[in-house]
Every structure is written in structure tokens, then in C-alpha cells.
């Protein structure tokens, strides 16, 4: 069992940046893949990017690709999230999840066992 805690998060105005990070304790970092996920207002709450347990293979949703990199520091167990050129629709909450050795379809939610409890970004116009 693994504890997930996101931080970075904050007030940002469009075009700007932010770096979420996702810090993991009480499992064995390097056997999980860690994904992105958010939330907006009202919406439900969708991918965003991943990075594989295995590889460090990463993948991304339509809406951030190009804008935003995934990476992993396996020394200091924390994955980040590196987010550019953001625009006023990015802003929500951010959650990172955590699934064991897992190399299926990354972006079902479901298939994600461990949560943060998720981290505001705010981009304004």
C-alpha cells in the first residue's frame, strides 16, 4: 500500500507554468505506474498523462499533449508533472493515482488503486 501526496499547485495566468509533483511513501516506487488525472468544475474527472513502471514510458491526453511532461525521480520516489503554455481550461483539481506493475489501458480511472487528495491549479485569463 502506498501513501500519494500532490503539491505545486496554485494561481497561475494563461501562458504560464506550474510543476505539480506527486511524493509516494509506504510501497516500492519504482513497481508502480503513476498517472495524472483532473477534474474541473462540474466535469468528471479525466486523464491527462502516465508514466509506466517499467519503462517510464509516457503517454498523454490530447488536451495537454505538447504542453505537459511527465517525469519520475525514482531516488526521490516523485513523479512530476511539468505544466506549460497553461490555458484557462486547464484549471482543476489534479490527482495523482498510483496502479502496481500495470501496463494496460492507462487512462481508465478505475484501474488505479492509490489517490492523492488532489491539488488545485487556477489559470486566469
Known amino acids: 500500500q502506498v501513501q500519494l501526496v500532490e503539491s505545486g499547485g496554485g494561481l497561475v495566468q494563461a501562458g504560464g507554468s506550474l510543476r505539480l509533483s506527486c511524493a509516494a511513501s509506504g510501497g516500492t516506487f519504482r513497481s508502480y505506474t503513476i498517472g495524472w488525472f483532473r477534474q474541473a468544475p462540474g466535469k468528471d474527472r479525466e486523464f491527462a498523462a502516465v508514466?509506466?513502471?517499467?519503462?517510464?514510458?509516457?503517454y498523454y491526453s490530447d488536451s495537454v499533449k505538447g504542453r505537459f511532461t511527465i517525469s519520475r525521480d525514482n531516488a526521490k520516489n516523485t513523479v512530476y508533472l511539468q505544466m506549460n503554455s497553461l490555458k484557462v481550461e486547464d484549471t482543476a483539481v489534479y490527482f495523482c493515482?498510483?496502479?502496481?506493475?500495470?501496463?494496460?489501458?492507462?487512462?481508465?480511472?478505475?484501474?488505479?488503486?492509490?489517490w492523492g487528495q488532489g491539488a488545485q491549479v487556477t489559470v486566469s485569463s
Open positions: 508514466i509506466s513502471w517499467r519503462d517510464s514510458s509516457t
Open positions: 493515482a498510483a496502479a502496481l506493475k500495470y501496463n494496460g489501458n492507462y487512462a481508465v480511472r478505475a484501474d488505479y488503486r492509490y
